[in-house]
């Protein structure tokens, strides 16, 4: 199975600031990584597909990108409704996989 | 508008069963698959199965191969997981998810507690 490598696990962070998120796959995956945005007591949130393809409706200062098999979360202004965990997921052949997540909170 | 509406928090005892529903309306049930996702208390997400509503075929993920079972019924709209010989551990929340790739609707989950 691919394993998927999140980090880093806690982000102390402050509204403004530029946060990046980083997944690493155990082997080629293609671009087939999506992004989640989770909080609590609330199902996760889809906000980028396809690695780099912004789900409709969610804001246009997240972004991601790829390199090889590492690929990147960026919110580029941090705002308030942002502190949340974010979760890395890859999907192909009808199997999925998550990243551990990574908590954006309050510095 | 598309909607997944689960069944409803469960309690059961170790080395009981658990079968939750979760019913698709506002698009065409058979024209894409449902997967099964849990989080356990203060833990991240984690990819149980997924089942085409079109044909019914299955795939489970490793460590649960055995112990879940995911079947559709089309006449309802409606997804089943059932979870047998429940431990502890299987005490978590658990999510139904439209989508063949990117999950973009969510049920809103079914709490299951295990506990003697």
């Known amino acids: 199975d691919i394993q998927m490598t999140q980090s880093p696990s806690t982000l102390s962070t402050s509204v403004g600031d530029r946060v990046t998120i980083t997944c690493r796959a155990s082997?080629?995956?293609?671009?087939?990584l999506a992004w989640y945005q989770q909080k609590p007591g609330k199902a996760p949130k889809l906000l980028i597909y396809d690695a780099s393809t912004l789900e409709s409706g969610v804001p246009s200062r997240f972004s991601g990108s790829r390199s090889g098999t590492q690929f990147t979360l960026t919110i580029s202004s941090l705002q308030p409704d942002d502190f949340a965990t974010y979760y890395c997921?890859?999907?192909?052949?009808?199997?999925?996989?998550f990243g551990q997540g990574t908590k954006v909170e309050v510095k | 508008q598309v909607q997944l509406v689960q069944s409803g928090a469960e309690v059961k005892k170790p080395g009981a069963s658990v079968k939750v529903s979760c019913k698709a309306s506002g698009y065409t049930f058979g024209s894409y698959g449902i997967n099964w996702v849990r989080q356990a208390p203060g833990q991240g997400l984690e990819w149980m199965g997924w089942?085409?509503?079109?044909?019914?075929?299955?795939n489970y993920a490793q460590n649960l191969q055995g112990r879940v079972t995911l079947t559709r019924d089309t006449s309802t709209s409606t997804a089943f997981m059932e979870l047998r010989n429940l431990r502890s551990d299987d005490t978590a929340m658990y999510y139904c998810a439209r989508g063949q790739g990117p999950m973009a609707y969510w049920g809103q989950g079914t709490l299951l507690t295990v506990s003697s």
């Open positions: 082997q080629s995956i293609s671009s087939w």
């Open positions: 089942i085409s509503a079109y044909n019914g075929n299955t």
């Open positions: 997921q890859h999907y192909n052949d009808y199997r999925w996989s």
